[in-house]
């Protein structure tokens, strides 16, 4: 149906969420919220737990992950939107 109507589905990355990866549209959306299970769409990457300090390295890779996904949509000629959400603020 989303296909149908060249609507695009999200790509999600946030706690608990299950993305489907599918590309719907002739553009590609995604919405980066974090993957701390504590601080859910604060867009924070690899917190540890108890004492909430990032562990730089292990961010570093997500979003390096992230980034080969969205070069991956773009190489296949598709328009390619993130939005990231940092400590609630929606950076564009």
Not at 19 to 33: E, G, I, K, M, W
Not at 54 to 65: I, N, S, V
Not at 69 to 78: E, F, K
Request: glycine share 6%; net charge positive; with cysteine.
């Amino acid at each position: 149906m989303l296909s149908h109507h060249g609507v695009a589905l999200v790509a999600v990355d946030a706690p608990d969420v299950k993305t489907d990866f599918r590309s719907t549209a002739d553009f590609v959306y995604a919405r980066l919220h974090g993957t701390d299970p504590y601080n859910k769409f604060c867009g924070l990457y690899s917190e540890q737990v108890r004492t909430n300090r990032p562990r730089e390295a292990d961010a570093a890779q997500q979003l390096a992950q992230w980034a080969r996904r969205l070069r991956a949509w773009a190489s296949t000629g598709r328009d390619v939107y993130m939005c990231a959400v940092v400590a609630g603020l929606q950076l564009i």
